[in-house]
């Protein structure tokens, strides 16, 4: 096992610091003692060797190094705040690489969630327990990030009966993805439908009219919710996030207005917001595209690039089988011209083998124009992707953003090419192609917010309520670095993020079970102890 840095050359560095006589030769041989030590712990720095070890130090919002716990101690100084990890275990801070945040935060206070929850009674009292803290007639939701397949004691949707108990006194509904939602009798007789066809209401048009009910944010609780929300992301383990909303979902420069004041608990990058949905429009698009610097962030916020859709008429299914009309990517391409011209990321919602060749048809006529193999392009939810196509994508230099929103659906696993099977992601075709791939959760209305819960359907191949929904799983190991160090390269920080080493912002996780050794089913409950952002404790403590 290595020691992350030259542990050894910064003792000596330290001990020539201490017996120097010439002063000039002193200040240069000095390096810091580290701020703060985290010691005797099993440290998965998911590193290039995947090394495990003691003790980290941590420098300002940096790691200065990481090593044994004697090794570690060696740097102290009576400074040096030596924390005890009394043997848990740490990863590096978790990377989502497609959220739907700046949506999610519009009304996170009307919100109860249960993402993640394997009981239906347990989801049940959640509902019951925000009902409590309201007032009477105060309408609520589940925003969706649900499924009726998750609950391991009773699976289908709430009864009329079970949500009239859960919320006696308030409207409430529970948003299914964008399918439909259950509602409760107060809900459905405020807009007029009525109780007789029971609470499940089908169709976008049935929860828009109770969303339409609800009173808009104020800009004071806009904010409120914005760290709310960044609160209750850090508090599952995640530290950075990639917004890839639309303009309509909300203002983005909330972010920005709000940090100004004082740091959000986690690192918040996203796409440039605009609408391109007709022709005209995609001109006006590429116009600001040509006007803004992709990668205009710094270390905890701003724009990184394009996406999810670049042209919005290009917006596929698992189940597209055609192509789309060379009037759709005509325009498309004119938009990614722009960007390959102006050496922007771009990431693209492709869910259909269909939709990704003739991508890959285009993007390869590109790139003999306009190189885009260092772009890193992303190709994003992937469900049909076969491994012929990985490997054009990989050639063209592309990476792939895989999520969890198939986590929910407790469907039994069919061999593939069995054409009953639901679409997944290929993993373990992505893994052993060699491309990039990382993970992420396409939350909050389609899917949960838990990383954890993503990280057991793509090491084990379990569903929230414990079946297996996924034939082809890739280990702990490589969905954990699908999770850290590959989303920090999909977001262009692998050289700050992602790994617990020497030099890289102190972004890490403190677990309370071990993600190597936990029972399978057992990783979708693994909660963070701690977590810090930059060397700073944004949750938890020790």
């Known amino acids: 096992m290595k020691s992350t840095l030259s542990v050894a050359g910064l003792i000596c560095c330290l001990a020539l610091a201490s017996c120097g006589t010439d002063d000039s030769t002193t200040e240069t041989a000095a390096v810091p003692a580290p701020e703060r030590i985290l010691n005797n712990g099993r440290i998965l720095t998911v590193d290039e060797e995947f090394n495990i070890v003691e003790s980290i130090a941590l420098d300002g919002d940096r790691i200065l190094a990481t090593g044994n716990s004697d090794e570690m101690a060696a740097l102290a100084n009576p400074d040096t705040e030596i924390m005890d990890l009394d043997g848990r275990t ?103 439908v009525g109780t007789d066809g029971g609470s499940w209401q089908q169709g976008r048009g049935s929860f828009n ?34 917004d890839v909303d639309r303009p309509s979902a909300g203002d983005i420069s909330l972010i920005a207005r709000a940090s100004s004041e004082k740091h959000l608990p986690l690192r918040v990058f996203h796409t440039l917001k605009y609408r391109a949905e007709t022709s005209a429009e995609a001109d006006e698009a590429a116009e600001l595209i040509r006007a803004h610097a992709p990668f205009s962030v710094n270390d905890r916020i701003g724009l990184l690039g394009l996406g999810e859709h670049v042209y919005g008429p290009m917006h596929d ?54 190189p885009i193999t260092d772009l ?42 069995d054409a009953t099977r639901p679409p997944i992601p290929p993993m373990a075709a992505l893994e052993e192609s060699g ?30 309520d414990g079946t297996p929904i996924h034939p082809d799983p ?11 160090r590959s989303n920090a390269f999909l977001l262009f920080k692998e050289d700050d993020l992602g790994t617990l080493e020497a030099g890289k912002l102190a972004d890490l996780v403190v677990l309370d079970r071990d993600y190597l050794t936990v029972p399978a089913h057992e990783i979708k409950d693994i909660e963070p102890v701690m977590t810090m952002v930059g060397g700073e404790i944004v949750y938890g403590e020790l």
């Not at 327990?129 to 609520?140: D, N, T």
């Not at 011209?341 to 590109?366: K, P, Q, S, Y």
Request: charged share 20%; glycine share 8%; no cysteine.
């Open 90 to 192: 740490v990863i590096p801070g978790l990377i989502d690489n497609h959220v739907h945040y700046i949506r999610t935060v519009q009304r996170w206070h009307q919100q109860a969630r249960i993402d993640g929850v394997d009981s239906r009674e347990e989801a049940l009292a959640i509902i019951s327990e925000h009902a409590a803290g309201l007032s009477p007639g105060e309408w609520f939701m589940v925003q969706g990030g649900w499924s009726v397949d998750q609950f391991s004691d009773r699976k289908g949707g709430f009864t009329l009966e079970e949500l009239d108990r859960a919320a006696p006194d308030n409207p409430f509904y529970a948003q299914v993805s964008y399918r439909g939602a259950y509602a409760n009798s107060l809900a459905l007789n405020a807009v007029g």
């Open 376 to 417: 890193r392009w992303t190709l994003a939810h992937v469900l049909t992707v076969t491994e012929e196509t990985i490997q054009r994508a990989r050639a063209l230099g592309l990476t792939a953003a895989v999520h969890g929103q198939a986590v929910h659906q407790a469907r039994p696993i069919m061999p593939r090419g």
């Open 209 to 242: 009219r109770m969303f339409r009910e609800m009173p808009a944010p104020s800009e004071e609780q806009l904010e409120q919710n914005l760290y709310r929300f960044s609160a209750d992301l850090a508090a599952v383990g995640l530290t950075t996030v990639y």
């Open 435 to 464: 491309m990039i791939w990382g993970l992420g959760t396409d939350t909050g209305v389609v899917s949960h917010y838990q990383p954890f819960v993503t990280l057991m359907w793509a090491a084990t191949g379990l569903g929230i």
């Open 474 to 484: 890739v280990g702990r190991e490589a969905a954990l670095v699908a999770h850290t």
């Open 317 to 370: 299914s698992s189940n597209t089988v055609e192509s789309y009309p060379d009037e759709v990517w005509d325009e498309y391409m004119k938009l990614a011209t722009v960007a390959a011209e102006g050496g922007w990321h771009i990431h693209e919602h492709v869910m259909a083998e269909r939709t990704i060749i003739d991508f890959l048809d285009r993007l390869e006529a590109l790139n003999e124009t306009v």
